[in-house]
């Protein structure tokens, strides 16, 4: 049976929520967090095979070798079938140690993929398999349908994640089909300026290996005839050269090159779908604040708007920082958000890159948290205020 537009909703944010709670579990080494992710007879596939979860718990805590690590969690894909699901979630990873020495070490790979899938027991979501190619259908099973005004708001927003997550996919797995599937009929891009890649952007496939596009958060606006979209990516490209190990862990890595990207994108709906129909400077900029969505009296639809303008409010709030500083680019990723009423407490994953003498920084030196609160204020969220905490720097400030 097809769930309701309300439990499909709720299954998607708990969902979400499940990658959160092992994202950040892995980085407080809060183990305990991160078994309860998994059923006990989970198998995981990390190049070698865990069965169990004891087995892959001893395994993740290996992250104790590092003074900082940080799980960035990137754009979902889900597909929901009753009490099993599968999910695709995209992640930037980066580790930072010290060799023997003292001297200081990283491993960085922004182009991290998790395939699981998963099971409902007693009410709650489990990661029972993880690993595999992600073959991921090109077109998604339509959701519930509903009359209900805030649940269309919402689902309407999870449409919007999902044609970026489907369109990062294409991009990496250099699958035109998916891409084109994208577009609307009558897409146009403007010339490549302000670092806006094209369509199929970037260096010739032929030239290298592999592709990654990772998504931050996005900032959304709906209007009468489609959608507004701002986002802030990272694009790793990868070169044929042979990999070579990382001189500590040993692992084979390729030669990257990374860069920043923000996109402003114009949505429509074709077919029951959003598409992709303008990219560039053309397309006119997001409202200075989000317009209100519509109200809703169910406390459970009221939790999940609250938590999507939360987001919102945070995206914002990376893309005005970096719109005024002119040289920066915050990608926002996981986010940990506790509602009280009026107020908010939210623990964001953002990593900075910042362009200097014409070079961008490298994104695996800017891992940092915001520590935010936000006051409910009309319709909407606003920030009130931010402790930004610099991970590298703490911890040097630690020892």
Not at 4 to 31: K, N, P, S
Not at 376 to 383: A, D, P, S, V
Request: hydrophobic share 40%; glycine share 10%; proline share 6%.
């Amino acid at each position: 049976m097809k769930p309701t537009a309300l439990q499909w909703l709720i299954d998607r944010e708990a969902l979400r929520q499940l990658m959160v709670d092992y994202f950040c579990g892995v980085d407080a080494h809060d183990f305990e967090r991160v078994g309860a992710c998994f059923t006990p007879d989970v198998r995981a596939n990390y190049g070698q095979l865990y069965q169990g979860r004891e087995a892959l718990i001893e395994f993740i805590s290996g992250v104790r070798f590092f003074d900082t690590t940080l799980h960035c969690m990137g754009g979902q894909l889900f597909e929901l079938a009753g009490d099993e699901a599968r999910m695709l979630t995209g992640a930037m990873v980066t580790h930072h140690g010290r060799k023997p020495d003292g001297e200081r070490f990283g491993y960085h790979n922004s182009g991290g993929r998790y395939v699981d899938t998963l099971v409902r027991e007693e009410g709650r979501w489990f990661v029972r398999e993880r690993g595999g190619p992600p073959d991921w259908p090109a077109v998604a099973t339509p959701p519930p349908d509903t009359d209900d005004p805030a649940l269309r708001w919402l689902i309407a927003r999870a449409g919007v994640r999902d044609l970026l997550a489907h369109w990062a996919l294409g991009l990496d797995e250099r699958d035109e089909a998916r891409v084109r599937a994208c577009l609307a009929a009558d897409f146009s891009e403007d010339s490549v300026a302000d670092g806006v890649p094209r369509v199929f952007d970037s260096a010739d496939p032929e030239e290298i290996h592999s592709a990654s596009h990772f998504l931050g958060v996005p900032a959304i606006d709906f209007s009468a005839d489609g959608a507004i979209v701002e986002s802030n990516w990272l694009v790793t490209e990868r070169g044929l050269a042979e990999p070579e190990k990382h001189p500590v862990l040993g692992f084979p890595m390729r030669e990257e090159r990374t860069r920043s990207a923000r996109w402003r994108d114009r949505l429509v709906q074709e077919d029951g779908r959003w598409r992709l129909a303008a990219r560039g400077p053309s397309v006119p900029p997001l409202a200075v604040c989000a317009p209100a969505p519509p109200a809703t009296t169910d406390a459970v639809a009221r939790d999940l708007v609250d938590r999507e303008l939360i987001r919102d409010a945070v995206a914002r709030s990376a893309l005005a920082l970096d719109r005024e500083d002119g040289t920066t680019n915050h990608l926002v990723g996981n986010q940990e958000i506790e509602v009280r009423g009026d107020e908010a407490q939210v623990l964001s994953y953002v990593y900075r890159t910042q362009r200097q003498g014409g070079a961008e920084s490298h994104w695996g030196d800017g891992p940092h948290n915001w520590h935010d609160r936000l006051e409910r204020q009309g319709g909407g969220w606003q920030l009130a205020e931010r402790r930004e905490v610099n991970l590298l720097a703490a911890n040097e400030m630690e020892r």
